[in-house]
């Protein structure tokens, strides 16, 4: 069974750059790597997703090694409102597929 | 278009008791996913169905049932209802299956067992 891994938690300030890592490994070779975004009392929302090498949209850039066993989300320059949980979500290669979501990390930006 | 919504958002049982949860996807979505979350544990992969078929299962007892309806909407059902079952149910849709697709997360019922 795939298996994932991401800090509990991180803090950063207003205005910086935030990478938050996600280790995973067996995942399933032809998928890909998704990064939700959940606020308290709402269910979790769609960021990005990439396949391999980097991705960018409008709110943030995703870095996929080759080997695809860890994806780095990138924040740019997070304000207060990015205070949230993130969670990373993979495919598992074994024979009975299910996705795989990370434990999530609780960002928390401070002013 | 509307987006996913989840009946009751909160509900209070009896150990012991059962539970129905409902699920509308958006329109033209056919992949609902089910997910139990809870302080400790995080986010749980509950099962998944697509066009009325039971893709994939998490690793929960067989006490955690669902099905889907030939217009995508489904229902996840609790027998036997314990304390530790208490907890926020997500339901979320998706155009297909995997990773891929975006998927839209519903409010979530909110599950309280005492």
């Known amino acids: 069974l795939a298996k994932t891994t991401q800090p509990i938690s991180m803090d950063s300030y207003e205005g910086q750059e935030v990478n938050i890592t996600c280790s995973h490994n067996?995942?399933?070779?032809?998928?890909?790597i998704t990064w939700y975004q959940q606020f308290p009392s709402q269910g979790p929302r769609f960021i990005i997703q990439?396949?391999?090498?980097?991705v960018t949209n409008e709110v943030a850039s995703l870095f996929i090694p080759a080997d695809r066993k860890s994806s780095t989300l990138s924040l740019p320059r997070v304000s207060l409102s990015d205070t949230a949980v993130y969670y990373c979500?993979?495919?598992?290669?074994?024979?009975?597929?299910?996705?795989?979501w990370g434990a999530g990390t609780k960002l928390i930006i401070k002013p | 278009k509307a987006g996913v919504t989840q009946t009751p958002r909160y509900l209070i049982k009896t150990r012991g008791q059962q539970v129905t949860l409902s699920c509308s996807p958006i329109?033209?979505?056919?992949?609902v996913s089910w997910y139990q979350q809870t302080p400790g544990q995080g986010l749980q992969f509950l099962f998944e169905?697509?066009?009325?078929?039971?893709?994939n299962k998490g690793n929960f007892p067989g006490r955690f049932s669902g099905r889907q309806f030939s217009n995508s909407r489904s229902e996840m059902n609790v027998s036997t209802l314990e304390l530790g079952d208490s907890a926020l149910y997500l339901c979320?849709?998706?155009?297909?299956?995997?990773?891929?697709?975006?998927?839209?997360f519903g409010p979530g019922t909110r599950l309280t067992v005492t």
């Open positions: 979500l993979v495919g598992d290669m074994g024979s009975n597929y299910q996705l795989i």
């Open positions: 329109s033209g979505h056919r992949s």
């Open positions: 979320a849709s998706s155009q297909t299956t995997g990773t891929r697709p975006e998927q839209y």
């Open positions: 990439g396949y391999k090498t980097k």
């Open positions: 169905y697509f066009s009325e078929t039971q893709r």
């Open positions: 067996n995942i399933a070779t032809n998928d890909y």
